[in-house]
């Protein structure tokens, strides 16, 4: 793929005569306020200005933001687009006027792929692979049926939509495993808090939580262990990202499994802006490497965790 193509008057540019906007999605989550900080150390670092906007997961706030970084004139847009629809309008705005835009974390489901020059993130899919093959593992030597309660992320985030269809994927062939409630939490601990306080209601014998995020799973305990049950052992918990907070949560034995999902792509996205206002090609998709954590695991890895 070719960044020349949008981006192209700073070819000789030093990195202090660059200018970045980033349209972050909010502060919903441990994960988003780990990547917040790195993204602006590692700008910081490169002597490269960022301009840095929080949506407060709000879409409309995010075009706004864009739509601002359209009128400054930045060298390069960075964001995280909160859900995957609806970005083509604003995205061709910045196309024609010349701005390079790199999307960071989540994709756009936009079919024209000359909207942006690259995706660097996580693939959610494989996340929610993952979460799936631990669960078949764990079950592997009973046939008895298993409940399971999904606390989905923000609805139309692509996080939200792969987590939830790369673990079905690998469930689905097992009649035993059934999803009996799936709802959104938006990310937040409150709203896993809120959303498994319903849903224990409503099912009681529930024996597995699949959650989307460590946040939402960290409100899950909490409901767990209010209505009298432990967390870990009556029901097992599975989450994504790993955060300290969810790590220290698995060590515990309150949560069962975590998928990684790493926030720190500061550098990454450095290293692509530079190559992006120099005219240089770049990959059209940057995955992130990540891992997987046992309690045991955990309990190994958390002295060294950064966030
Ligand atoms: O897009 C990444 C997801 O967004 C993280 O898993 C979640 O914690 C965050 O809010």
Redesign the pocket.
Same mark, same amino acid.
């Given at each position: 793929c070719s960044a020349g193509a949008s981006g192209g008057d700073g070819g000789d540019k030093a990195p202090e005569d660059i200018i970045v906007g980033f349209a972050q999605v909010g502060a919903?989550?441990g994960? *988003?306020t780990a990547n917040t900080k790195d993204v602006k150390r590692a700008f910081e670092d490169a002597g490269i200005e960022l301009k840095f906007s929080d949506a407060q997961q709000k879409q409309e706030n995010q075009i706004k933001a864009i739509r601002s970084y359209i009128q400054q004139g930045v060298d390069v847009i960075a964001f995280s687009p909160v859900v995957e629809s609806g970005w083509d309008a604003v995205l061709q705005e910045a196309k024609d006027a010349g701005i390079p835009v790199i999307l960071t @974390? *989540?994709a756009v489901d936009s079919e024209d792929e000359s909207l942006y020059e690259s995706f660097l993130g996580s693939d959610f899919v494989e996340e929610g692979n993952k979460a799936g093959e631990w669960l078949v593992e764990e079950y592997a030597d009973s046939d008895d049926p298993v409940k399971i309660i999904q606390l989905e992320?923000t609805t139309g985030a692509a996080?939200a939509i792969d987590r939830a269809e790369g673990f079905a994927e690998i469930i689905k062939d097992e009649s035993k495993f059934e999803i009996v409630a799936s709802q959104t939490g938006d990310?937040t601990r409150a709203g896993g808090k809120q959303v498994t306080e319903a849903l224990l209601k409503s099912n009681p014998d529930v024996d597995v939580i699949y959650s989307h995020?460590d @946040?939402m799973g960290l409100g899950a305990i909490e409901a767990i262990e209010e209505a009298g049950l432990v967390p870990g052992e009556d029901i097992k918990i599975i989450t994504? @990202?790993a955060v300290k907070d969810g790590m220290q949560a698995l060590a515990d034995g309150k949560i069962n499994f975590i998928v990684e999902?790493n926030p720190l792509l500061g550098d990454q996205l450095v290293d692509l802006v530079k190559k992006v206002v120099a005219g240089e090609d770049i990959e059209k998709r940057v995955v992130t490497e990540e891992t997987t954590f046992t309690q045991e695991e955990a309990k190994e890895a958390l002295p060294d965790r950064q966030y």
């Open positions: 919903e989550s994960w *988003r @974390d *989540r992320g996080p990310f995020n @946040d994504v @990202d999902c």
